[in-house]
């Protein structure tokens, strides 16, 4: 399937403003805003290999080339390494910042909110879960651990689902699930 590159940028665009108004909802419930979240997405190098990932995620005939594939991964490592919401741009969990652990569980909010209710994938599980089975066994404070589990609840209790959904609703007219 040959797609226009600035039709995959198009929708990553609207993706990426999605995912950060998502971000910062969830944010919000726990008293934060975030605007210059993932401002490193929309530049390159790792604008191209996010904009692949996403296309993929949201159009179900797209199939990336492994050329495709190495930009994805790189974008995410590099990305990951280098944005302080992620724990791979620390060594330590501990090290971690309050404010960025905060933008870090709405940013997973975003995500979980996003492969659930919006790609509806079957393989989602609550965050608590998806904290538990992949971020679990990290060297976080017995503080950042009850901040987290705290700041799932509050989002869990106080979420909108409906309105979620409006943010992701432009978005979805441009998919093809």
């Known amino acids: 399937m040959n797609i226009n590159m600035n039709d995959i940028f198009d929708f990553y665009e609207l993706r990426i403003k999605s995912h950060v108004a998502a971000v910062n909802y969830f944010a919000s419930l726990l008293g934060y805003h975030f605007p210059e979240h993932d401002s490193d997405k929309v530049r390159e190098p790792i604008r191209t290999g996010y904009a692949y990932i996403f296309y993929k995620a949201y159009h179900k005939n797209f199939h990336p080339t492994a050329e495709h594939l190495a ?18 741009s ?24 996003e492969q659930k209710n919006i790609l509806k994938d079957p393989e989602s599980v609550e965050l608590e879960t998806w904290f538990n089975n992949n971020m679990g066994n990290l060297d976080w404070t017995n503080e950042q651990i009850d901040i987290i589990k705290k700041s799932f609840k509050i989002i869990e209790i106080n979420t909108d689902v409906e309105y979620v ?13």
């Open 71 to 88: 930009l994805c991964k790189d974008a995410q490592d590099t990305h990951h390494k280098h944005a302080a919401h992620h724990v791979e």
């Open 90 to 113: 620390y060594k330590h969990a501990f090290e971690i910042p309050l404010i960025h652990i905060y933008e870090m569980v709405a940013d997973w909010a975003s995500a979980n909110f």
């Open 165 to 177: 959904k409006s943010i992701w609703a432009p978005l979805l007219e441009k998919a093809d699930l």
